[in-house]
Nanobody
Framework: QVQLVESGGGLVQAGGSLRLSCAASERTYGRYSMAWFRQAPGKEREFVTAISRSGSNTSYGDSVKGRFTISRDNAKNTVFLQMNSLKPEDTAVYYC?????????????????WGKGTLVTVSS
C-alpha cells in the first residue's frame, strides 16, 4: 500500500508559478511510475503529466505542455510538479497518482494509488 501526500497548492496570480510536491510512504517508490491529474469543479479528472520510474520518460497533457515540468527524486520518495505561466483555467484540485509499472500511462483508471489532492487557485 502506497500513501501519497500532496503539498504546495495555494492561491497565485495569473502568470505566476507554483511547485507541487508529492511524498510517497513506500520505500519501494522507485518501482512506480508517477502522474499528476487535476479536476476542476464540474469537470472530469484530467491528465496533466506522468514520469517513468527512472525519470527518463515523461508525458504531458496538451494544455500544460511548455508550462509544466514533472520531475522526481527517488532518494526522497518525492515527485514534483513545477507549474509556470499559470492561467485561471489551471485552477483545480491536483492529484498525485502512482502506477506499479515502469511504463507511464495517461489514464486515471490505470493508476493504482491516489493522494487526496491539493487545491491550486489561479486568479485573473
Amino acid at each position: 500500500q502506497v500513501q501519497l501526500v500532496e503539498s504546495g497548492g495555494g492561491l497565485v496570480q495569473a502568470g505566476g508559478s507554483l511547485r507541487l510536491s508529492c511524498a510517497a510512504s513506500e520505500r519501494t517508490y522507485g518501482r512506480y511510475s508517477m502522474a499528476w491529474f487535476r479536476q476542476a469543479p464540474g469537470k472530469e479528472r484530467e491528465f496533466v503529466t506522468a514520469i517513468s520510474r527512472s525519470g527518463s520518460n515523461t508525458s504531458y497533457g496538451d494544455s500544460v505542455k511548455g508550462r509544466f515540468t514533472i520531475s522526481r527524486d527517488n532518494a526522497k520518495n518525492t515527485v514534483f510538479l513545477q507549474m509556470n505561466s499559470l492561467k485561471p483555467e489551471d485552477t483545480a484540485v491536483y492529484y498525485c497518482a502512482a502506477r506499479a509499472s515502469y511504463m507511464i500511462n495517461s489514464r486515471a483508471d490505470a493508476m493504482d494509488y491516489w493522494g487526496k489532492g491539493t487545491l491550486v487557485t489561479v486568479s485573473s
